[in-house]
């Protein structure tokens, strides 16, 4: 049998992230942060002077572009991109920016795509993006869609951030989800949608404990 997939797909600040890891945690399977390849690409055109316009030099540079995930087991991986600890510039919101600029390109999701495939190890794979129940992993057992009313993701965006010590505020923020929520569903490719068959979930309110419940459930279901 193949090795099973877990893939939770929903907009910036659903949770996505904070609940694919924990699941995978918990599970023992593997995790692909597939935001984290398309913002390390932003910031290595950034390095370059790349011009977020120059479609054929960014699909050059995602080739070029090597991503290492090293999990020393004390909370987030650090992501090294051409042998540099990125971790922090990846979380900007304008590594975000660039990533979703560049992520409209056919050709860069094309160069990606056997990159995410290669995660699915045994025992299993949680994939957390936009399109990896549509796209990326079309067969897999079992598909959840996140999401959350823009208020609550700008709110999440901002107590992050802050802890960090980033000063922002949370109407810029949520003017800047507000904006890559509708580049990121409007591109022609792969736009954000939900898989036909990936089980909804709004965590609005939710605690992150309560969401971890019902996606191990949902994969504890029968695929
Ligand atoms: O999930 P994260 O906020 O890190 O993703 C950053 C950007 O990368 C998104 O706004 C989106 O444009 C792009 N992305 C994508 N497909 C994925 C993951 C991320 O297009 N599977």
């Known amino acids: 049998a193949s090795v099973p997939v877990l893939t939770i797909d929903g907009p ?26 398309y913002r390390a690409v932003g910031i290595a055109a950034g390095w370059s002077d790349i011009d977020l316009s120059d479609a054929s030099a960014l699909v050059r540079c995602t080739f070029d572009t090597h991503v290492e995930f090293r999990d020393d087991g004390a909370g987030e991986p650090r992501v090294i991109v051409n042998g540099t600890d990125a971790t922090d510039e990846l979380r900007t919101e304008t590594a975000g920016a660039a990533a979703s600029a560049i992520a409209a390109i056919p050709e860069v999701r094309a160069a990606l795509k056997e990159r995410q495939r290669a995660f699915r190890q045994p025992p299993g794979l949680v994939a957390d993006g936009r399109d990896m129940g549509t796209v990326i992993f079309p067969d897999a057992a079992h598909k959840v869609f996140l999401t959350a009313s823009a208020e609550e993701r700008a709110e999440r965006r901002y107590k992050q951030l802050k802890a960090k010590g980033v000063s922002v505020t949370i109407d810029g923020l949520l003017r800047e989800i507000l904006a890559r929520d509708a580049r990121d569903a409007s591109r022609a490719v792969a ?26 459930d949902i994969v504890s279901r029968p695929a």
Do not use: F
């Open 191 to 216: 736009p954000l949608r939900p898989a036909s068959d990936a089980v909804p979930i709004d965590t609005t309110g939710l605690p992150i404990e309560a969401v971890v419940a019902r996606v191990l």
């Open 12 to 37: 910036s600040g659903s949770g996505k992230g904070t609940i694919s890891r924990i699941v995978a945690a918990r599970l023992g399977w593997h995790y692909l942060d597939s935001g984290a390849l």
